[in-house]
């Protein structure tokens, strides 16, 4: 049997993205392009193949399209709730402008 002769999976499993950090943990280059979502993409692209009919995938592509919306959603989710930054404990003190010559901090000249 040839790889074409096995069945495609039903959209229904590829809905949902895979655990992102299992994604990169598998990899030797880690890079922002992974995406969990990759199987569903595959599968929809082979009905596509297939097929040669776009009607005839679109429960594929569907799929494909809510795992994107639910990784995107994730992604904000988990950008959203950084802790907000701490303030510093003192304000940075200004520069003076005319700062008296290094002779009269009790510094030897520069020569």
Not at 55 to 63: G, H, I, N, P, W
Request: with cysteine.
């Amino acid at each position: 049997m040839g790889k074409d002769s096995a069945p495609l999976p039903a959209p229904e499993d590829n809905a949902k993205p895979h655990n992102w950090q299992e994604m990169f943990d598998g990899r030797h280059v880690v890079t922002k392009f992974i995406d969990p979502c990759e199987d569903a993409a595959r599968v929809a692209n082979e009905c596509l193949i297939r097929t040669g009919k776009r009607e005839s995938c679109l429960d594929f592509f569907q799929a494909y399209r809510d795992c994107k919306g639910t990784w995107l959603e994730q992604k904000r989710t988990r950008h959203h709730r950084k802790p907000p930054q701490k303030p510093l404990a003192e304000p940075p003190q200004p520069v003076q402008q005319n700062a008296p010559p290094d002779a009269e901090l009790g510094k030897p000249p520069v020569r």
